[in-house]
């Protein structure tokens, strides 16, 4: 079999830039997102740079028959996963009790469920090939998020899911949790739907700083990586941080 590093998430943003950082260090690619049309754009790049082109598969992470399809489009393929990097998901901003129910329980399933599924799914896989497991969390998951609470939260449990595989999985595996700040990309029109956010606007880093950062330290097997100077502040006072002040400030910033 073949190994590959599979990316969820790949049509775009963050997810791209990994798939350009994972290409260059010669890794065979599977990308995973929606958008067919998006991805082949990507491979398009990718081919370009003169590494292999990446496998396509278009898959709704959010139907959960997915993880189960992608396994079997990789074993017919004769593919085996040697890196897993869970990019895929999304935000909301907003007030919990005004967001669509549908839309805030989908943001569970995606950022959360699909995520650990996957883990587990092809977990067997990476440790015999004595490879890694990267999830894309957010500087969000170090603290609570008024007006965008589901989706902090749900980043909340990546960071902390993280932490305790890496400490688990330790000599075995590699296990980073990739936690950047705003970053210029569609994740911040879908959350805010065209409403101007201020928390976008601050500390913001762009989406190939964040990959090729995140992509370094991945290989080193680094527990947790905060792109740029302003987050990595941010992010060690948030525990500091009284909690009513950080509820105040994250209110603020984001209504």
Same mark, same amino acid.
């Given at each position: @079999? ?21 290409a ?11 958008? $067919?049309?998006? @991805?082949?754009?990507? $491979? ?32 017919q393929?004769? /593919? ?26 989908? %943001? ?9 599924? +996957? ?14 497991? %990267? ?9 609570p998020?008024?007006? %965008? ?6 980043? $909340?449990?990546?960071?902390?899911? =993280? ?26 029109? !879908? ?5 101007? +956010?201020? /928390? @976008? ?11 090729s950062?995140?992509?370094? !330290? ?22 500091l ?6 509820? =105040? /400030?994250?209110?603020?910033? =984001?209504?």
């Amino acid at each position: @079999m073949n190994n590959v590093t599979v990316i969820t998430g790949a049509s775009g943003g963050i997810g791209e830039e990994l798939a350009y950082c994972a290409a260059k260090a010669g890794r065979k690619l599977v990308l995973v997102a929606r958008s $067919a049309d998006k @991805m082949k754009a990507v $491979a398009d790049k990718i081919v370009a740079l003169g590494a292999p082109a990446p496998e396509i598969v278009a898959l709704d992470l959010g139907n959960p028959a997915s993880g189960e399809a992608l396994a079997n489009t990789l074993k017919q393929k004769n /593919l085996k996963v040697f890196e897993l990097i869970n990019n895929a998901g999304y935000g909301l901003a907003g007030r919990f009790e005004e967001l669509d129910a549908a839309d805030q329980i989908g %943001m569970v399933d995606l950022n959360v469920r699909v995520l650990t599924d +996957l883990t587990r799914r092809f977990l067997p896989e990476i440790i015999e090939a004595k490879g890694g497991v %990267m999830n894309v969390a957010s500087t969000a998951a170090f603290q609570p998020g008024p007006n %965008m609470a589901v989706y902090y939260a749900s980043k $909340a449990y990546v960071l902390s899911f =993280s932490e305790a595989i890496w400490y688990e999985l330790k000599g075995r595996v590699r296990v980073t949790c990739l936690c950047p700040g705003p970053v210029p990309t569609g994740f911040s029109g !879908r959350a805010n739907k065209g409403q101007d +956010l201020r /928390l @976008m606007k601050l500390s913001m880093t762009s989406a190939d700083f964040v990959a090729s950062r995140g992509w370094e !330290r991945f290989q080193r097997g680094q527990r947790v990586v905060v792109p740029g100077v302003l987050n990595e502040i941010s992010t060690t006072l948030a525990p500091l941080t009284p909690r009513a002040l950080t509820l =105040s /400030l994250a209110s603020r910033l =984001s209504r």
